[in-house]
């Protein structure tokens, strides 16, 4: 037990619960939470299967999602409930956050059922590949200990073509006529409309590794590129830089997102539509395409968002 590791467990541990505790609305409302979060859990396996891909249709773009058995009720429902909003089948990649296994990949299958699973092997094997740890230092070490960066690195790396990642924790209310529209003809890059600009390093440093002007806004709950047009050495360089002068963040992997964008000119989903951080009003009736239940919006999504989409 180092010193270092003594200080974190009798300080910042306990400071960093309290924080939490006052953000969730105190303990009654934190067990009230995680009440309704095992509710969803259970549901997830009631949900039905969603019908097959067309074989005489093309197969069309990957919609990604690094997963895992602890949030594999969270995925389930957004998959699940893009599919219903949508209307039709969709190609669904699960990125292994390096615990699934067979019990995973068996649900996995039976709700969708042309689902693709990436184990943590293969990931592993496909950046040796691509992404060389002697070539790309700063990448590799980073995904081992910070997961967000493997929806850059697991789902892009080696893997030519459009491909749409998403975050678990969303769910979809209405047709997504914009997304299904990049879907169709994924030319530009796309991406989720933030609150606020939520890169965790500051924008001066930020720009000097962008290409062009830094986009404002940035939320990578969704995020559509083209995986070729990924430039690896500048986003080492760029993730390399920002920790060495800044150190590690929680937002690294949409900084990085932001200035991957600033060489493009990406499609913004309509905030009104695609709403990050939704009210607890917004959460007990939905009037949006999408939630992105970020932050204080996770008690409305544990407690309402998820049974406006459960086939009772």
């Known amino acids: 037990m180092t ?8 300080y910042h541990a306990p400071l960093a619960a309290l924080a939490r ?22 549901a997830a396996a009631w949900l039905t299967p ?27 429902f957004c998959a699940w409930s893009l599919v219903r909003a949508a209307g039709r089948p969709l ?33 592993e094997a496909v950046l040796d590949a691509f992404l060389p740890t002697a070539r790309f230092p700063a990448l590799r070490a980073q995904r081992r200990t910070y997961l967000h960066l493997r929806k850059l690195t697991d789902c892009h790396a080696g893997r030519p073509g459009p491909r ?10 209405r047709r997504p006529d914009a997304l299904l529209a990049w879907l169709d003809d994924p030319a530009p890059a796309i991406h989720l409309t933030d609150i606020a600009d939520a890169y965790g390093y ?14 404002s806004c940035v939320n990578v709950g969704v995020l559509g590129l083209r995986s070729e047009t990924i430039d690896w050495e500048k986003l ?3 993730c390399a830089t920002l920790l060495a002068q800044h150190g590690t963040s929680y937002f690294l992997e949409q900084a990085l997102s932001a200035i991957l964008l600033s060489a493009q000119n990406p499609t913004r989903l309509p905030a009104a539509d695609y709403r990050v951080l939704p009210t607890q ?32």
């Open 164 to 173: 749409l990642v998403l975050d678990s924790d969303m769910l979809f209310f």
């Open 281 to 312: 009003a917004e959460c007990q009736q939905p009037t949006a395409v999408l939630h992105h239940y970020v932050a204080e919006s996770k008690r409305g999504y544990f407690r309402h968002g998820w049974r406006h989409v459960f086939p009772r």
């Open 50 to 76: 969603t019908a097959p891909l067309d074989p005489a249709l093309p197969r069309g773009p990957d919609l990604c999602f690094l997963t895992g058995k602890k949030y594999w009720h969270q995925t389930a």
């Open 91 to 123: 190609p669904f990649v699960f990125h292994d956050d390096g615990t699934i296994d067979q019990e995973f990949i068996n649900e996995a299958h039976r709700l969708f059922p042309d689902s693709k699973i990436i184990t943590a092997t293969v990931a």
């Open 236 to 238: 080492e360089h760029a």
């Open 202 to 215: 500051p924008a001066a440093t930020l720009q000097t590794l962008s290409t062009g002007p830094l986009p």
């Open 21 to 42: 505790s006052v953000r969730e609305g105190g303990p009654l409302n934190q067990w009230r939470n995680r009440r309704a979060e095992h509710a969803m859990r259970v």
């Open 3 to 10: 010193a270092g590791r003594l200080l974190y467990l009798g």
